[in-house]
């Protein structure tokens, strides 16, 4: 099919951002006292927004009585942290130009919070996506569809020519309640057995493969 419209997840999507994740976590488990959390248990933890991130990450979530300061304190320490080490994925930048230059609209749908959202989307893709909606008081995350309805009406388009480009099952469980198609990325923080025992059903091992489907 040819999609007029892109609708992206970004973490695990477009941006690699981990390392910065995994860093902010435990600095904010270290300076409360807390177990840190390996790179790998915090793969797992993410997809959900970052208040669930932590409270996977804090020991008892948010029954533990320093869980709230944690999560203060990894807010900051992201805000100012979100890009020493994150990067868009290889060949990303490079399909974001094509899929620009053929007229495509393009949109960033993220649970993480809206100001790193914004700071990310503008730092790294400029006027490639000018339409960034990150976590808001006044509109439920994802999986409910509200952020990508959003999206398509700040990008001004419908949704039936629109797709949606994810790594995890809650982006294929958006896709889904948002009536659109979804198009599931192999490097991302989920691997292919993974995705396809949520219901993944069209994977892509690169992402100029987007452009071919």
């Known amino acids: 099919m040819n999609f007029d419209t892109y609708i992206f997840d970004l973490d695990?999507?477009?941006?690699n951002t981990l390392d910065d994740l995994a860093s902010s976590v435990n600095y904010a488990l270290r300076h409360t006292g807390m177990p840190e959390r390996r790179v790998g248990e915090v793969r797992q933890f993410v997809g959900n927004?970052?208040?669930?991130?932590?409270?996977?990450?804090?020991?008892?979530g948010v029954g533990n009585p320093r869980f709230e300061e944690a999560y203060a304190l990894f807010r900051q320490h992201y805000l100012e942290h979100s890009m020493d080490t994150t990067a868009p994925y290889p060949g990303i930048m490079d399909t974001l130009r094509m899929l620009k230059n053929q007229g495509k609209n393009m949109a960033v749908v993220s649970n993480k919070f809206y100001a790193a959202t914004q700071k990310l989307c503008r730092h790294f893709f400029g006027d490639l996506i000018t339409v960034a909606i990150g976590e808001r008081e006044d509109i439920r995350k994802k999986p409910a569809p509200d952020t990508v309805m959003e999206a398509l009406r700040q990008l001004g388009v419908s949704a039936d020519t629109a797709v949606y480009v994810g790594d995890s099952d809650v982006d294929i469980e958006t896709a889904r309640n948002s009536g659109l198609p979804c198009i599931s990325v192999l490097w991302g923080f989920r691997d292919e057995v993974f995705l396809k025992a949520h219901g993944a059903t069209t994977l892509i091992g690169a992402p100029c493969d987007i452009l071919k489907i």
């Open 12 to 15: 695990g999507t477009l941006l």
């Open 49 to 60: 927004g970052v208040k669930l991130l932590m409270e996977r990450a804090v020991p008892d």
